[in-house]
């Protein structure tokens, strides 16, 4: 089992920043990709930001040159670095781990809220 636990959503004001992060714990497997993704209401969940264990990143269009997405393997630690923050970046960003040798499930933090309001 692995657990995902993510901090530093809040409201952030147009134009703002916020950094989030998302510690895994149990059973690590060291080749594995880490990514966010965000659920606006009445909205599919969709992939913000993703970076592999050897630190491939694959951004979403729509957050491309602002989100900014970093990783520490030796704390098993992902990070979501989000500048010129814009209203329709509100949403749930959820945390997500999946082990790709060998290949297993997709692992979900509890979710943590953005919103960007003035």
């Known amino acids: 089992q692995v657990q995902l636990v993510e901090s530093g959503g809040g409201l952030v004001q147009p134009g703002g920043s916020l950094r989030l992060s998302c510690a895994a714990s149990?059973?690590?497997?060291?080749?594995?990709?880490m990514g966010w993704y965000r659920q606006a209401p009445g909205l599919q969940r969709e992939l913000v930001a993703a970076i592999t264990s050897g630190d491939t990143t694959n951004y979403a269009d729509s957050v491309r040159g602002r989100f900014t997405i970093s990783r520490d393997n030796a704390k098993n630690t992902v990070y979501l670095q989000m500048n010129s923050l814009k209203p329709e970046d509100t949403a749930v960003y959820y945390c997500n781990y999946r082990p790709t040798m060998p290949l297993g499930r997709d692992y979900w933090g509890q979710g943590t809220q953005v919103t960007v309001s003035s």
């Open positions: 149990g059973s690590i497997f060291s080749i594995n990709i």
